[in-house]
């Protein structure tokens, strides 16, 4: 089993839809959580980090669930340039900070 | 400021060929990591540097790869014998080891390496 895994998608919607992408991780001592995103043949850049609390930067809101092992990312109002592929990403306890990612799910948002 | 460089951005090699790999972190950063990543695949973690040593070297794959970083800025990724498999982007990532309880990553542009 992979130590996070992402549905790879790919999701295809409008623009102005809302759209919701689910993670879930295997290691209960992970330790820190985030979304990154990847365009095509780029390399990754965070998007955010995901608390415990839940976070909101303007049309993204991510959430963590430790007890279910599960994070999300809402995407709304999604404009096309939110075309892209979402990578959840955790940092396992005890390992020296190096980011154990997920398979990514691709978004397009279309006009 | 200048982010993280990679050279070269595309490498073509032959099966059985040695090739390097560089990376030039973001000045000042003293963390740096190696990650490979597959078509389709999220990055997997290669090797970590804090400063001029290797602090984790769990997840090079066998010991075909190998990295140095000897005076704790540039890194080089080496690997030997090169198989098909090989063939990947490879990911180099720096961050400063300062305050904040998580230092963000900053990747470069990858090189992308191709094995024939």
Not at chain 1, 59 to 84: E, G, H, M, P, V
Not at chain 2, 9 to 14: C, L
Not at chain 2, 16 to 24: A, I, N, T
Request: with cysteine; aromatic share 12%.
């Amino acid at each position: 089993r992979k130590e996070v895994e992402q549905d790879p998608g790919p999701f295809n919607v409008p623009e102005g839809a809302t759209v919701a992408f689910n993670c879930t991780y295997s290691n209960s001592a992970s330790q820190s959580f985030f979304w990154y995103r990847q365009d095509c043949r780029k390399e990754p850049k965070l998007l955010m980090s995901v608390y415990s609390s839940g976070n909101e930067d303007g049309r993204f809101t991510a959430q963590l669930n430790r007890a279910s092992q599960y994070i999300s990312l809402l995407i709304r109002d999604s404009k096309l340039s939110d075309s892209a592929t979402y990578l959840c990403v955790v940092i396992l306890s005890g390992s020296a900070r190096q980011l154990t990612f997920g398979s990514g799910t691709q978004l397009t948002v279309l006009p | 400021g200048a982010g993280v460089s990679q050279t070269p951005s595309n490498k073509v090699t032959e099966k059985g060929k040695y090739v390097e790999l560089r990376c030039d972190p973001i000045s000042g950063h003293t963390a740096l990591y190696w990650y490979r990543q597959s078509l389709g695949q999220g990055p997997e973690f290669l090797i970590y540097f804090q400063g001029t040593g290797a602090a984790d070297d769990s997840g090079l794959p066998n010991d075909r790869f190998f990295a140095v970083r000897p005076e704790g800025s540039v890194s080089t990724l080496k690997i030997q014998r090169t198989e098909r498999g090989d063939s990947a982007v490879y990911l180099c990532a720096s961050s400063s080891r300062s305050s904040s309880s998580y230092n963000e990553q900053f990747f470069g542009p990858g090189t992308r390496l191709t094995v024939l």
